[in-house]
């Protein structure tokens, strides 16, 4: 591999609690989380950088944070994290002991610029890119206009195939391509939220999305249905030629009991 190359891991979705015994549907998720991070170092280290795209902890509580925090510190890398639909996203920016982890708007790494794009609509599970956000993207796009781009953020700007799930995708997709189309050096976006794995091609950007680190959604499922597969992570290669190498990794079984019946959490 090219030394140029960067080396990410996407780690979403973790949903930790203030309490480490907290168990979402019945699997503790702080004990997935560290199954996965396990994983992560054994097959992807060295790498250089990490993003956290939200739902870091269920609970929004300051000891969910720092228990978060102090886990994802022990990559010893950069980790860039944005609040998800669960998060207290002021809690987020104010906490203090982050140590590499780190909220900001965009980071350049080699021949990459990472733009990260706050899809929250507080008290809600809905996402939308207020119009400030959106200026902001074409603002930093410009700032870099031969730099090859990853744009990141929580929830899904292009429909899922679930109906129950694709009620909580961003209600102004339209603004937001119209804004990543005027901009070529952008090559792929990231998102979390879905608790599954999704590849697709839109003009010449990827989009990404990746499975939780706890509980799955089932694809496709009209209504909320878990699925059975274990928790997992993206990882991607960004070459500086503008390619990008991608694939998922999930944990060999699932690191406790998950409540298959659930009709919702």
Not at 144 to 165: E, F, I, K, N, Y
Not at 172 to 188: S, T
Not at 239 to 263: K, L, Q, W
Request: charged content about 20%; proline content about 6%.
């Amino acid at each position: 591999m090219d030394g140029n190359t960067i080396k990410v891991l996407q780690i979403t979705d973790t949903h930790l609690f203030a309490d480490s015994d907290g168990c979402l549907l019945g699997l503790n998720t702080e004990e997935s989380l560290k199954a996965v991070i396990a994983d992560a170092n054994r097959r992807h280290m060295p790498a250089d950088l990490i993003l956290s795209t939200g739902d870091l902890v269920h609970d929004g509580s300051t000891a969910a944070y720092q228990r978060f925090f102090s886990l994802m510190n022990s990559f010893e890398l950069p980790v860039y994290c944005l609040p998800g639909n669960h998060d207290e996203a002021r809690t987020l920016m104010d906490i203090p002991g982050k140590g590499l982890c780190q909220s900001v708007d965009h980071a350049i790494h080699g021949d990459w610029h990472f733009i990260f794009l706050d899809s929250t609509i507080p008290g809600s599970e809905g996402a939308h890119l207020r119009t400030e956000s959106l200026q902001q993207l074409d603002a930093l796009l410009h700032t870099a206009p031969d730099t090859h781009t990853l744009v990141c953020l929580h929830h899904q700007p292009v429909a899922m195939g679930s109906r129950w799930l694709d009620t909580m995708a961003v209600d102004n997709p339209q603004a937001f391509f119209d804004i990543i189309d005027a901009h070529p050096q952008v090559r792929g976006i990231v998102w979390g939220h879905v608790h599954q794995e999704l590849i697709m091609q839109r003009k010449d950007v990827r989009l990404m999305s990746a499975p939780s680190t706890c509980i799955q959604f089932l694809p496709g499922s009209a209504q909320f249905a878990l699925d059975s597969a274990p928790p997992g992570y993206r990882w991607l290669h960004l070459h500086p030629d503008g390619r990008i190498e991608t694939g998922i990794e999930r944990i060999s079984e699932m690191p406790g009991s998950i409540d298959m019946a659930a009709s919702g959490y």
